[in-house]
């Protein structure tokens, strides 16, 4: 059964700092891992998707890594602001993949301080 | 693009009260899907469908309803709420019935049963 976990389960860093948020995965059969972003009272904000036979995927700031055979993913946020404050989740589908089920980390809630 | 849209975003029931919580999507996704948020829990999959006129059970399917008579619409009905339905729900859509693509959440509905 696939788990996911986010460590660690919250965060505060001053701005402008670089920092790495952790996921790690049971079962390294994977289609892809998405992060998302949730901030409080909201919906779910997909930030990055990476497929399987990719090794990382960035867009601006973040930069998200994969490696399938230790069951990890990294986000890296560059140079940190407090609009990045939010919950940041990480997922993967399941099984087949046809279901369409994510299976979600708990994640890691992020206080930047200006 | 309005992406995925949800009402209402806020509803307070009574134990035994029928609703439903609609959810449009305007991607033309063939996968939609509802999942409940509850503190210490995280995401939970309700409902799926994979196309219009095809839905499917979850992890967390009782008490709840789902029909998909169009591509766009995926309501989920609540037949006679009970306290322990209090939840944020989320709706989500995917392009393709495989497991590749990245799914995009709509805002939520905040839904207490008194």
């Keep these: 059964k696939q788990e996911v976990t986010q460590i660690p389960a919250a965060l505060s860093v001053p701005e402008g700092e670089n920092l790495v948020l952790n996921c790690s995965f049971t079962d390294s059969a994977i289609y892809n891992l998405q992060w998302f972003r949730q901030d409080p009272g909201k919906g779910l904000t997909s930030l990055l998707l990476i497929q399987s036979s990719q090794r990382e995927q960035t867009s601006g700031r973040l930069n998200a890594s994969l490696d399938k055979s230790s069951g990890r993913s990294t986000l890296y946020i560059a140079a940190s602001q407090p609009g990045d404050s939010a919950t940041y989740l990480c997922a993967v589908p399941t099984g087949s993949g046809n279901t369409g089920k994510l299976i979600f980390g708990q994640g890691t809630t992020l206080q930047v301080k200006p | 693009n309005a992406g995925v849209t949800q009402t209402p975003k806020f509803q307070v029931l009574k134990t035994g009260q029928s609703m439903t919580l609609q ?28 196309g219009a006129g095809i839905t499917d059970q979850g992890e967390v399917p009782n008490g709840y309803n789902v029909s998909r008579s169009t591509t766009e619409d995926f309501p989920l009905r609540l037949l006679s709420a009970a306290p322990s339905q209090t939840s944020v729900y989320f709706c989500a859509s995917r392009s393709g019935t495989g497991g590749f693509n990245e799914q995009f959440f709509g805002p939520g509905t905040r839904l207490t049963v008194l």
């Design chain 2, 23 to 50: 959810c449009a999507q305007d991607m033309n996704h063939e996968y939609m899907s509802w999942y409940r948020q509850d503190p210490g829990m995280g995401l939970r999959l309700i409902h799926y469908s994979v």
